[in-house]
């Protein structure tokens, strides 16, 4: 089949054996490609009845007949017939592997960007390079504002849509459970005498919404202690964990923001008007996290700790797909993991075990009028959810990697039978015997 529309020369006609045509009234047939840069004129068939588009100046969309690659026109151009990936040029248009070469490469988009184009099928790992490419909406092109506001909107939100989706994702999970918890609060008879069951299933519900809403995309981090964790024991690109952490707490002050502003009456009804981080009227609890009264803060930091350790133990297990393969029901068992945790370990500190979901709104209550007591009240405990998470979901993961995951962090099962056949020490019959052995080749996972 023919080569990239990049690597052709400038002129009429080509066919399939990409054989110059002598003029651009070549015969139309199954064999005729549409029309490359700088060349006008009437259009030419492609078997499956596309064609290059008429009076363009810079090139023109057309699907080489049985080939797998389709060509899109050059920026600046319209695609005004029906060129193969649909009519014009669209936000969705898939860019070829000719742009993802050429700005992996260091190419601006603004020298050449395939829009119609597709190469190969549209695939998981295709559309994660797509995501990277900033393609230019032709639409919006030069036409003034508002319309280069868009244009830029979508150029920054495909940029950083990895931060926008932890931010959102935190946002609805300290919305969702800051709201549980001010219900159980301010109604206690709503909460039919049993305030922790409410908290507890509240915050299990909001991580799973939360992780519907951003894991497709970021990878539904959503703690800053498990994207520290991820980049110790995963290969969490180092340079993301800043921005994650950022989007992160940002995405916890919003959401606390969103719930002072709902329940704004209610906790002035309260309280009145007068903001108490400690006593029978406290209501800075509804949104951070604060021990008993005779709960140390030693005690406290244990507690958290091993709160987040159970936490990404669990979550490592959950979604090890050698351990348990089917994960499509990670988010609602991630989430019942982080109930349990409320029930059973939770009632002495108020269970953060994630830095964002207690910094953020600990800082909203202190500009919403509450003052310094935040970080002051309980001996200064405020420093111990901000802390003790890291300590304890690093413990945790590490205690999968060393007792429950594979022996060799990476490998897949072919690798260890290999290693034991070479060395000739594995049993008899091991390798009939093996559960699923023959399952996972090929399948490098990082642990």
């Known amino acids: 089949m023919g080569t990239q529309m990049g690597q052709r020369p400038a002129g009429p006609i080509y066919d399939t054996a990409q054989n110059l045509h002598p003029s651009s009234a070549a015969p139309p047939?199954?064999?005729?490609?549409?029309?490359?840069?700088?060349?006008?004129?009437?259009?030419?068939?492609?078997?499956?009845g596309a064609y290059g588009a008429p009076q363009m100046t810079t090139g023109a969309g057309y699907r080489p007949p049985g080939a797998d690659a389709d060509y899109g026109a050059p920026l600046g151009t319209k695609l005004e017939a029906d060129a193969y990936g649909g009519?014009?040029?669209?936000?969705?248009?898939?860019?070829?592997?000719?742009?993802?070469?050429?700005?992996?490469q260091g190419g601006r988009v603004d020298d050449a960007d395939y829009y119609a184009g597709r190469s190969g099928p549209y695939t998981?790992?295709?559309?994660?390079?797509?995501?990277?490419?900033?393609?230019?909406?032709?639409?919006?092109?030069?036409?003034?504002?508002p319309?280069?506001?868009?244009?830029?909107?979508?150029?920054?939100?495909?940029?950083?849509?990895?931060?926008?989706?932890?931010?959102?994702?935190?946002?609805?999970?300290?919305?969702?459970?800051?709201?549980?918890?001010a219900t159980a609060v301010l109604f206690p008879r709503v909460a039919n005498s049993a305030p922790w069951l409410v908290i507890s299933f509240g915050w299990g519900f909001a991580l799973t919404f939360a992780l519907f809403?951003?894991?497709g995309v970021s990878g539904g981090h959503l703690n800053p202690a498990v994207t520290t964790t991820s980049a110790a024991l995963r290969g969490f690109p180092l340079r993301k964990v800043p921005g994650y952490i950022a989007a992160q707490l940002l995405g916890g002050f919003c959401g606390a923001g969103l719930v002072y502003g709902l329940f704004h009456s209610s906790i002035h009804n309260l309280d009145g008007g007068i903001r108490h981080t400690v006593g029978p009227t406290a209501t800075a609890n509804i949104f951070a996290t604060y021990p008993q009264p005779w709960i140390t803060v030693g005690t406290g930091f244990m507690a958290e700790v091993f709160g987040t350790a159970v936490l990404l133990f669990c979550i490592y297990g959950i979604t090890d797909e050698r351990n348990m393969p089917g994960t499509a029901y990670a988010p609602l068992a991630i989430g019942f993991i982080l109930t349990t945790i409320g029930l059973n370990l939770g009632f002495q500190t108020g269970f953060a075990?994630?830095?964002?979901?207690?910094?953020?709104?600990?800082?909203?209550?202190s500009a919403a009028g509450y003052g310094a007591q935040p970080w002051h009240a309980y001996s200064h405990y405020a420093w111990v959810p901000a802390v003790a998470p890291f300590a304890g979901g690093l413990i945790g993961g590490l205690l999968y990697d060393f007792f429950v995951n594979h022996p060799r962090l990476g490998s897949t099962d072919s690798d260890i039978v290999s290693d034991l056949e070479g060395a000739?020490?594995?049993?008899?019959g091991f390798d009939e015997r093996r559960p699923n052995h023959g399952h996972h080749h090929g399948h490098h996972h990082h642990r």
Request: glycine letters at 8%; proline letters at 8%; zero cysteines.
């Open 353 to 365: 075990v994630n830095p964002a979901r207690d910094l953020g709104p600990r800082a909203l209550t």
């Open 213 to 215: 809403v951003s894991a």
């Open 87 to 104: 009519p014009g040029v669209n936000p969705q248009g898939y860019a070829s592997e000719a742009t993802i070469a050429h700005n992996q």
């Open 124 to 145: 998981n790992s295709m559309k994660r390079k797509l995501s990277l490419i900033p393609m230019r909406n032709a639409r919006w092109h030069s036409r003034g504002f």
């Open 147 to 181: 319309n280069r506001f868009f244009e830029w909107w979508h150029r920054l939100r495909v940029r950083y849509r990895d931060y926008l989706a932890e931010f959102f994702g935190t946002a609805v999970l300290v919305f969702l459970g800051d709201s549980a918890v």
């Open 424 to 428: 000739n020490e594995y049993p008899d």
């Open 29 to 48: 047939g199954p064999n005729n490609y549409g029309a490359r840069a700088a060349n006008t004129g009437p259009r030419y068939p492609t078997d499956d």
